[in-house]
């Protein structure tokens, strides 16, 4: 019962993770004005003192510096995390730059690929194992992705990169085992220093987005919490989660950005995405129902009669 209140308050927690990260494009619209490398480093600035702020008022203090002793000493978790902040900086830039680049269809077809990876890794690095109807499943979507990319019309760059970022980098939290709150402050603490030479080099040469109480400033400091929110929800829950359970809610993500590309930023949606699209939900609900009992009891009956022919 104690486990079943934990899967359902993950697949929750990672519901809303991707409910937030299929609206960003919103927010992220309104630097336009502001380089995405200059976004970026906010970003990344912002997240780590919020999460520093978090660590304080929660009492973690001495949970990180347990944590930060024990990667010290297990290099490879050490090294893991160093590659976790690095991926998902690049991730976040390259996320940026395609949103106001007008390129938000293309952003939900790479978190539309990305799930996939995610099965992908799963089966074949952490040696989860799929039903018949989830393989089909996921044969389904990955046919829709497929031909998607093959009549894009060009090669879809930013997707792939998004794609394969975001799915290494949930590997990384597979491995590294962090807490949510304290391996995000972690993550943060590694790249800041990076941010903060960045913002001295920016300001020092008069070159950098007018500091204080303008709109666009507190909306960059802002980065910081829509950046750490959904991030600590999808920590906790890829915990709690396999990552094939992950990659179907992860189709929340890319559905609510390709709604936003098409109907609010007018970005065209032709016959190829609604043949694509009709191939990956078809998928989506194959998987959401494989689990139920009559396709449990169909599945077995199949496995039976192979069974059969190959005793024959």
Known sequence: MVELKSQTKATTLATLAFVLWGILPVYWKCFSQVPAYEVLAHRIWWSFVFMVALVLITGRTRTLA??????????RRLAGLALGAT?????????????????????????????????????????????????LAVLLAAVGVLYLTVNYG????????????????????????????????????LIAPL???????????????????????????GAGIVT???LIM???????LSLTVMGVIQYVSPTLTLCLGVFVFNEPFTRTHLI?????????????????????????????????????
Do not use: C
């Not at 590997?171 to 972690?186: D, F, W």
């Not at 999808?234 to 709690?240: E, G, V």
């Open 66 to 75: 347990d944590e930060v002793r024990g990667l010290v000493a297990q290099k």
């Open 87 to 135: 991926l998902i900086s690049f991730n976040w830039l390259t996320y940026i730059w395609a949103v106001n680049n007008d390129r938000v269809v293309e952003s939900s077809l790479g978190y539309y690929i990305n799930p996939l990876l995610n099965v992908l890794i799963g089966v074949t690095i952490l040696r989860e194992r799929l039903s018949l109807w989830q393989f």
């Open 154 to 189: 060009s090669f879809p760059a930013v997707a792939l990169i998004l794609a394969g970022t975001m799915s290494v980098y949930g590997l990384t939290k597979k491995v590294t085992g962090l807490s949510a709150v304290v391996g995000i402050t972690l993550e943060t603490a």
């Open 195 to 221: 941010a903060l030479i960045f913002f001295i080099t920016l300001y020092t040469s008069g070159n950098g987005y007018p500091a204080g109480f303008n709109p666009t400033f507190l909306l960059l400091v």
């Open 228 to 230: 750490s929110v959904p």
């Open 234 to 240: 999808f920590a906790f829950s890829l915990n709690q």
């Open 276 to 312: 694509s699209f009709g191939f990956i939900w078809g998928g989506l609900i194959l998987f959401t129902i494989a689990r139920t009992p009559p396709l449990v009891q169909l599945e077995r009956h199949i496995s039976r009669r192979l069974a059969g022919f190959k005793n024959r």
